[in-house]
């Protein structure tokens, strides 16, 4: 092959340099811009770490306060965007009026074109963090037929959304805050992954110099894969099929045949614990003893534990990845399975965008344009078509 290195899928190729999420796959380690994954699930807030990825470092008080009020100046939808929701059918897959609206937010907001400008750049993902959330909601609401509750500012982040979809149709309903910050929690967790699929297409696309919205709609549909971001959807039914813990041990058979996957189980990068998987697996405890226990729980880990047991996953080092355990949060949250990909991508925005910033302040960074190994035939001439 020459000069030119053969790496598929690029498992062992570095295709930028990157200050902001670091893993240690066989340690089990997740840190953002420095900071442990535990500490920020911990003591921080989904809005705080997506500042911390984009800026690089901890907000101040003051500088918290201006950044949680810009995001809050940006929570409603443009016109046009309401009424392309509402042009969906409503049993739509909420990942295509996902990668509709936010690639139709590029024609609302055209001068988001001029990615040079950074106070343009910024702007943009002010209004892409705070409508993003909207979105899910109203895509919800449009679903179920009902009208849409605007958004609250008063509230925090998690706790609008939750408000803003209503699950409960209830006259004054007010948000559980248990379940407020349970969701925030997982926000944080799925905030940022280094160079994972959906991320190498932000760059990848980004690195055209298309807007910010463009690149962001092509890295939604990126996460809207099975092997992805659908993971936890596919996760949730399986379960569901499984139907009962003593129907594991089959199942496990079923996996190790070839017949179908673990979902929720292996990753590229981590060949230990997922430390995401570890807090949100104590997360699933807590919103449980909140709502009502989940049946579906008891599958997951009786899954987890004879999974853990067994040669065939031991020799491949597959272990609990980060969609393992959040669909069984976001179900006792009432979301819809089919919303799950959606909360995976509403937090990855804040990670997907401080990427994209990188990449355009880089001055390595050209426009992306891997290589190939040509194997197909050699030259020939055309026939016509009825010589054939
Ligand atoms: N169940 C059963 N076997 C598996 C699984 C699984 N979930 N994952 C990997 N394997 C086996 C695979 O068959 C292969 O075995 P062999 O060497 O005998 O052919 C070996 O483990 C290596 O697998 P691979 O497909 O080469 O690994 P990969 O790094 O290309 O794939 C993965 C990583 C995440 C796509 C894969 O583990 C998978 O499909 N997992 C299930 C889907 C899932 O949970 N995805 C969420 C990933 S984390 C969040 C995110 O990125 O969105």
Redesign the pocket.
Known sequence: FGLMSYDPAFMNTAACVSRITYIDGDKGILEYRGYPIEQLAEQSSYLEVAYLLLYGELPSKERLAWWEYRISRHLFLHNSLVELIQAFRYDAHPMGILISSVAAMSTLYPEAKNIHDPAVREKQIWRIIGQIPTIAAFAYRHRIGRPFNLPDSSLSYTANLLYMMDYMNQRDYEVNPVLAKALDVLFILHADHEQ?CSTSVMRSVGSSHADPYSALSAAAAALYGP???G?NEAVLRMLQQIGHPKNVPAFIER?KKGET????????VYKNYDPRAKIIRQIAHEVFAATAANPLLDIAMELERVALEDEYFIS?K?YP???FYSGLIYQALRFPIEYFPFLFAIPRASGWLAQWLEMLDDPEQKITRPRQIYLGHARRDYVPVDQR
């Open positions: 994972n092997l992805h971001g993971a996996v996957r673990l979902m929720g189980f292996g990753h590229r491949r597959l990845n980060v969609d």
